[in-house]
């Protein structure tokens, strides 16, 4: 008797510390989503398509997977306040994760291109639009954002 409930408790301790790691990994996924998705709108503004499309898809199935975690329980509140950005989680009403994603996209591309366009009143000349834009992709760490490097 004493076994099977030693047995049970290391299995729920075990679930339970599972459970949490992988909690933290979703919830890091919601962030990565939001991040992927500027640098992508950064690099399409920058003409590098590569890059944009690489970014697009690796925001995308970080997003899929966040979603799908988030749907079905995975992620704990802690680590949803913790690591994914206000933004991600305003966004997360729609009929499909594709409806949501997009959302979220063009949001992040919103948000990245805040003060490339224009400064003010200021509208930026084509020249002072790619330096700003090539200054928060490098400042983002873009290059770094889903190579696995």
Not at 23 to 38: I, L, N, R, V
Not at 40 to 50: G, H, Y
């Amino acid at each position: 008797m004493i076994q099977k409930v030693l047995t049970a408790a290391l299995a729920f301790l075990i679930s339970s510390t599972s459970l949490a790691q992988d909690s933290s990994a979703y919830a890091q996924m919601g962030k990565a989503t939001w991040s992927a998705f500027e640098c992508s709108a950064l690099a399409s503004k920058l003409k590098k398509p590569a890059e944009q499309e690489r970014l697009f898809e690796f925001g995308y199935s970080q997003g899929k997977a966040f979603i799908a975690a988030l749907k079905s329980g995975k992620i704990e509140r802690t680590d949803l306040s913790n690591n994914v950005p206000a933004g991600v989680m305003w966004l997360m009403e729609g009929p499909t994760p594709d409806f949501i994603l997009g959302r979220i996209y063009e949001s992040a591309q919103n948000n990245a291109l805040k003060n490339i366009y224009n400064v003010g009143d200021h509208f930026n000349s084509e020249k002072e639009q790619e330096l700003a834009a090539s200054n928060k992709f490098s400042s983002s760490n873009c290059q770094l954002i889903g190579s696995g490097r």
